[in-house]
């Protein structure tokens, strides 16, 4: 085999395997509470806001507090760094990234899915008057 | 009717198109390629027709057709209006459509005077053909009756759209898009050279042809995808310009690979080697575009991105994929039955040679591209892999973007300065020596500034040598003849842009600050006032805040405005354009009194205990209020809680009452106030007293009193973005330099 052939080859390795590990490292795993209060890693977890457990901007602390249920209805608070997300009232569901410590799950991020806000729905051509 | 009739007749026209070009090659009679003439030239026609019915309709405001009415309404201005053409999905496909089809007209007589017409039309008309489909089939000349069957009586004219989305509202709507598109459509060209070589089995000379072509591909969409960047920074104010986002990344793919094959074309012409790479990388480009589409469209990223789009439907995910699929098939599917017949000419240059450093620099390029490709397909990956679909976190994309970088940006600077065909070894290193010792100096010079990490440290250094290799050389070029200089001075823009990357994002400094009114905070080396809200258009508000630094004063005011549309909370940010950063200012809320504390939750079982903060709270057992209930009253039921805190320790009971209205909770309070006690549930055992539960939400300190603001506060968050003007900057400078390159490529095209 050429040099040429084995410098080429190493090289594509190396950056295969630091492709790999990169994509291995981060990506954040979806889960559900109870997992991620096993585990302390930093997770993804699905759910719904409860809204009757009301939500809270603490400005002392930077931090906008909630509480929410994952797809098994496990309940957690969460502690985001930030203030309140967009959209987080109307959200049909969110997603929250962080990790669970201290019996509080601390998000980095929230992610608000919406309702399908770029097709209309037939009753509301009606209300177009 | 007609729209509907339009676009079906312009699939029809196209298809045919493509059908007899290809048959004049077999049946090489001349009436076959002028029938495929006219149908082309007629297929363009109708779409014309089409978009400018769709464009009459919508100035008309006719909302019995659902995409008019999903989509406008009678307050927008015209702008806007002419805009929410291609806010859906079926106006953008129409757009896209559009695009290709003038873009064909013009390839049209471009190709026949080189000799490709035949194999090039019928390929591009193949796919307009496919563009033309997915209009047939997602129409957007349906009528309301027609898409809400049952909800809406057929003849039912809306006297109002539900209008455009507010986020969408801006100048950036009118000119991002459409840009972008171009860049789609322009993308097909290079596809479609490239097979026509396969086809011709001209595997050298189709690359001269196609080089112009795919210089305004990455051109025009370059343009697009910085465009939107420029948008989500300056309206959309979640703090940037990137986010890595699928729907990003998946122009940003096509891009690099068109920018990759503009490289290896230019060596490919001087050395006819890397035939197959130059072929691959035309063909896999566009594919990319489907691809991206797919990724985009199909509803498939769904959960994991932000740009949550509605879901089309299973007619339009299998069209995409079948759509891909069948380009695949026939793009590598040609390419490999031509492979064998390829001419392997070696590259027969030194590796200290400018061919070999531009070869490089287009795999660096293609390394990035699929880095970013396989991140951004991770959803679909992970979840056929492990079946529960993940996202990768975005440090995925800044890890190997910055690791590659470094390679291009010095590649950039070599490749000026390395001669072609052979560079003597003692005159590259002397020529690389002045722009590397300045790079030094620079990125040395920056350590004060508070450049540590060394990682970004070689990303600065090979950023400043991209620089000052390509102003060296591209000065003397300039000189010389300015129209060569299209390459040095792309790469300066390149250069630059580097330079704003890492200064705005990895230097970005950023601060959640609470503003009470009146009141002057300092952070971020500023001093900040909130000083009142003013209501400036259809409910908007802005939020007027003083900002102070040395001696000067300004005003910034962001937005935030509550959107029926969205139902939700939309915010706008105002920035302050400084040489060397922004301060960009987004609004987070306003705080007027007050909020729920929501406080702490806890279990205990009868005797269990448990501390929260410094208090040690022991359930102890229930008590039933028997007294009131035999007086006639409600039954009520306290949880006996032993709470101690510090030397004190005491009873509090906080208790649920069944009244008329149902159950009410009735907290109760330390005795300093401390502390508030409420249950949430509680679970008696009959069976078992000792597993007797109860529920209870405890709020502790501050949380237990309310603090009531007397003022509202505005929090904010703000940054500071070194350096983020080079970006755009640099994205000019890029746009400058590639306009001269389309220019000189195209003169030697046609001096073929």
Known sequence: ?129 | MIGTWLVRLAFASALFSSVAFYLTLRIKKGRWAKLARLSFRTSALFVIAAAALLLYLILTHQFQYTYVWSYSSTDLSLPLLVSTFYAGQEGSFLLWALYTAVIGVVLMNYARKRGYELQVMSIFALIESALLLMIVVKNPFEFVWRSFPGQVSEGFIPANGRGLNPLLQNFWMVIHPPVLFTGFAAMSVPFAFAIAGLWKRDYQTWIRTAAPWTLFAALALGTGIMLGGYWAYETLGWGGYWGWDPVENSSFIPWLFAVAAVHVMLVQRRTGSYVRSTFLISIIGFLLVLYSTFLTRSGVLGETSVHSFAEPGMGIYIMLAGTIAFFSALGIGWFLLRMKEMPKVPLHRSYLSREFALYLGAMVLIALAIYVLVGTSSPLITGLVQSKPSAVDISYYAKGSRLLGIFLALLIGIGQLIWWQRSDPAVLLRSIAYPAVGALIGTIGLIPFGLRDAGIALIVFAAFFALFANLVVGFRIFRGNPRLAGGSIAHIGIALMLLGFIGSSYYDTNQTISLPQGEPVKALGYELTYIGYRETEHEKYAFDIKVQKDGSDFTLSPVMYYSEYNQGLMRNPDIAIRPTHDLYIEPQSLEQPHGVNPGSDVTLKKGESTNLGEYRVTFVDFDVDRSAMMAGGMPSVAARLSVSHGEKEEIVKPALRISQSGMERIPARCSDGSAEFQIVTMHPDENDPANSTVTLNVKIGDEATVSQPTKDVLIIEASIKPFVGFVWLGTLVVLGGLILSIARRSREARGQ
């Open chain 1, 1 to 129: 085999m050429k040099v040429k052939t084995i410098i080429v080859g190493i090289i594509i390795a190396g950056f295969i395997i630091f492709g790999a590990y990169s994509f291995l490292q981060s990506n954040v795993e979806y889960t559900n509470f109870q997992q991620a209060k096993a585990t302390g890693k930093k997770v993804q977890v699905a759910g719904a806001w409860i809204q009757d457990r009301g939500s809270y901007f603490d400005p002392r602390t930077n931090q906008f507090v909630f509480y929410m249920h994952d797809d098994q209805n496990n309940i957690a608070k969460v502690m985001l760094d930030g203030a309140k997300p967009n959209n987080f009232e109307i959200a049909t569901s969110i997603v929250v990234k962080g990790r669970y410590r201290d019996g509080v799950f601390h998000a980095s991020e929230v992610l608000t899915k919406c309702p399908s806000k770029y097709e209309g729905k037939g009753s509301e051509v009606q209300k177009t008057m």
